[in-house]
């Protein structure tokens, strides 16, 4: 199972698309991840554990032969709704991101297409020690312009990046290290 992971939650998210156009690409059976997550707080920990739907998120990790990252660049970072899933995620037991095959992208307005968004995610991820793909990294800039009305990925470069990078996260996830 292929989990794809948007960090951004609206419903025409091009994160989201963008996810969806790159789990067609990879081509196994895909889940996606609800990041609709409450704001981290460690009284609610406290008195109430790990939320059922954080559980969830790392259960699906875990189980996952892969993962698919995109963020938007929310003032020249990654999203807040996306940090606030890693450090949830972070507060649950069996180390679910240890060794996975990760592919990070972005979807962004800007015209450097969410690159220091990117970085900021690696930066974020270090902790967990994931296996991060080694790319391309699809960096979609004017993200708004890039689909039609039934969410196909229209960038042809854009496409072609996307299918090499698909190409490499498979590669890496069935093959032993
Ligand atoms: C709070 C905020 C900050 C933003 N900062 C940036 C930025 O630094 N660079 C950029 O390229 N776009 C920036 N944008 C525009 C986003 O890239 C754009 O909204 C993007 O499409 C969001 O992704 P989505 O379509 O998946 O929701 C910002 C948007 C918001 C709401």
């Known amino acids: 199972m292929l989990l794809g992971i948007s960090g ?11 996810i969806r156009a790159a789990a067609a690409l ?3 059976d895909y889940t996606e ?14 008195e109430h554990g790990v939320p059922a739907a954080v559980a969830t998120l790392a259960t699906q990790i875990a189980q996952a032969e892969a993962v698919i990252i995109a963020t ?4 020249q970072s990654l999203s807040g709704v ?4 890693l450090d949830w995620v972070s507060r649950t037991d069996g180390a679910p991101w240890r060794n996975k095959p990760v592919a990070i992208m972005a979807a962004a307005a800007g015209r450097a297409g969410g690159a220091r968004a990117t970085y900021a995610l ?3 991820m270090v902790p967990f020690r994931p296996r991060i793909s080694a790319g391309p990294e699809l960096l979609l800039a004017a993200s708004a312009q890039q689909f039609d009305d039934t969410g196909m990925l ?24």
């Open 8 to 18: 951004s939650l609206r419903k025409e998210a091009t994160n989201r698309k963008l």
């Open 26 to 28: 990879y081509g196994t």
């Open 33 to 46: 991840a609800d990041l609709n997550l409450p704001l981290y707080d460690g009284d609610l920990e406290t």
């Open 72 to 75: 938007p660049e929310y003032n």
């Open 82 to 85: 996306l940090k606030n899933a």
């Open 122 to 124: 690696r930066l974020a």
């Open 154 to 177: 229209t960038n042809d470069l854009a496409l072609k990046t996307l299918t090499e990078a698909m190409d490499t996260l498979r590669h890496e996830a069935r093959s032993q290290f």
